[in-house]
């Protein structure tokens, strides 16, 4: 088991930037991947950014260029970068980490973007 807890979400205006974080309860050094996903109403929860424990990267075509996803095992810590943010990155964000034991999410972290 490990707990997730998202933070660093907000309103922005268009254009700004906001770096979310994702502190995990234990170590993070042995999870196979952790990674950010989004949910905007109506919508599925897609996978934004991922990175493997091998330090793969793999991002969402639209946000590519904007996004940076980034972990500090030191701190048990994910951290995703958002620059150059548009109304449509506007969703609840969850940190999703996997392991041996299957997947864990966070509660979600509010990101809205007005125009």
């Known amino acids: 088991q490990v707990q997730l807890v998202e933070s660093g979400g907000g309103l922005v205006q268009a254009g700004g930037s906001l770096r979310l974080s994702c502190a995990a309860s234990r170590s993070i050094f042995s999870m196979y991947a952790m990674g950010w996903y989004r949910q905007a109403p109506g919508k599925q929860r897609e996978l934004v950014a991922g990175i493997t424990s091998g330090g793969d990267i793999n991002y969402l075509d639209s946000v590519k260029g904007r996004f940076s996803i980034s972990r500090d095992n030191a701190k048990n810590t994910v951290y995703l970068q958002m620059n150059s943010l548009k109304p449509e990155d506007t969703a609840v964000y969850y940190c999703?980490?996997?392991?041996?034991?299957?997947?864990?999410w966070g509660q979600g972290t509010q990101v809205t973007v007005s125009s």
């Open positions: 999703a980490a996997v392991d041996v034991s299957g997947t864990f």
